[in-house]
Structures are given as C-alpha cells and as structure tokens.
T-cell receptor, first 116, second 113 residues
Framework: DTAVSQTPKYLVTQMGNDKSIKCEQN?????MYWYKQDSKKFLKIMFS???????INETVPNRFSPKSPDKAHLNLHINSLELGDSAVYFC???????????????FGPGTRLTVL | GENVEQHPSTLSVQEGDSAVIKCTYS??????FPWYKQELGKGPQLIID?????GEKKDQRIAVTLNKTAKHFSLHITETQPEDSAVYFC????????????FGTGTRLQVTL
C-alpha cells in the first residue's frame, strides 16, 4: 500500500503555463507538507498544512498556491511557470504525537517538474 | 531561522568500513534531529532520529549521537554494504503545531566493493 502518493511523477511543460501536482496520504496523518528539491539535491520546505489549515508558508512566490480539500490531500498549483521552477517536488505527511510532539515525516516519491 | 550544515558532501568507503556524517545546527530551540536516506529516484526515508533528551541512539548498524551544547549531531554507519549507497540528509526541527524541519545539504555516500 502506498502511504504518500503523488501525481504525476514527471511533468514537462512550457514557460508561462499553469500546472498542478496532487498529493494524497492514506496514513491518517493531520499534517502535510510540500518540499522543493533543486538540482543540487537541496531540500527546502515550502508549505505545511495542519488539519487543512496553512501553518508554514516559507518565502515562496505567490504563483505557488497549495490547496487542501481535506486532511488526506494537499495539492500544489503553480501559475505562470518559470525556468527556475524546474525541480523535484516532494509531498510529505506526519502525525504530531501528543507526548513527543513530533512525528516522523513520510515522503512521497516526488514529482520531477521540467519547465522548458 | 534554523541553519543546518552537513559534511562531507561526498563520502566514499569500502564495503565493511564505517561511515560518519556530521551536522551542525544553529537554533538552540531545535529538539528533534532525524536522518533521512534518499535512493535514486525516490523520496527521502527516515532511517533514525534522536530527540534532545537523548545523547545517543542505535539501531543495528546505524547510530546517531547528539551534542546539544555544541549543537552538532552525527550519523554513524558500521559494516557498510553496497545497498547503503545513497544520499543522506540530516535535519533539525522543533515540536509544536508549527513544527518544521530544516534539512542539511546532503551527503552522497558511495560504498565500493
């Protein structure tokens, strides 16, 4: 069973287009994330949602808009794509543990976005 | 904000040898330090983590040590095997609803036969 899934796995598109990446988790977690991994493998958080509410919004351009229709889904919509948006985007989820306060983050397989 | 530095960026060891990866962090509020392994074409996967109330944790061939005073933590892999070859990331974070992880820059480990 896939814990965190993303679609599509590969996305090739032209500059200026609008695209979406979907993420779903079947772990029952209450927190979901989007990360961007650049060509040098640097992994940086973009957004975090807890129970459908935006918790973390790192300095990401307004062209990126996350949407969480329910706790199990966190989609990422990108407007007016630019060359610099080319990267691998990872979705992740976690469940805050009551006592320890921090649960393991489970990552999806990633979506490789290439902007031409 | 938190800043995590990781060294070395690449590490090549012979099968059976040990590998050590070191990280330092800047935010004294961080109290959670996971290590992730990323294989080619896959997402990062947690291999071990440590919390600030613990100095050392071991799980079979892997161990992590934490020095909160010096703000550094290390990953130790003993008896390395070819399947250990991957990119390893350290991260630092803190508890709470607004919890977030700041990742190191990654170490590419190559285990040669």
């Amino acid at each position: 069973d896939t814990a965190v899934s993303q679609t599509p796995k590969y996305l090739v598109t032209q500059m200026g287009n609008d695209k979406s990446i979907k993420c779903e988790q079947n772990l029952g977690h209450d927190t979901m994330y989007w990360y961007k991994q650049d060509s040098k493998k640097f992994l940086k958080i973009m957004f975090s949602y807890n129970n459908k509410e935006l918790i973390i919004n790192e300095t990401v351009p307004n062209r990126f808009s996350p949407k969480s229709p329910d706790k199990a889904h966190l989609n990422l919509h990108i407007n007016s794509l630019e060359l610099g948006d080319s990267a691998v985007y990872f979705c992740a989820s976690s469940q805050e543990r009551q006592r320890e306060g921090y649960g393991e983050q489970f990552f999806g397989p990633g979506t490789r976005l290439t902007v031409l | 904000g938190e800043n995590v530095e990781q060294h070395p960026s690449t590490l090549s060891v012979q099968e059976g040898d040990s590998a050590v990866i070191k990280c330092t962090y800047s935010d004294s509020a961080s109290n959670y330090f996971p290590w992730y392994k990323q294989e080619l074409g896959k997402g990062p996967q947690l291999i071990i983590d440590i919390r600030s109330n613990v100095g050392e944790k071991k799980d079979q061939r892997i161990a992590v040590t934490l020095n909160k005073t010096a703000k550094h933590f290390s990953l130790h892999i003993t008896e390395t095997q070819p399947e250990d070859s991957a990119v390893y990331f350290c991260a630092a974070g803190y508890t709470g609803t607004a919890s977030k992880l700041t990742f190191g820059t990654g170490t590419r480990l190559q285990v040669t036969l």
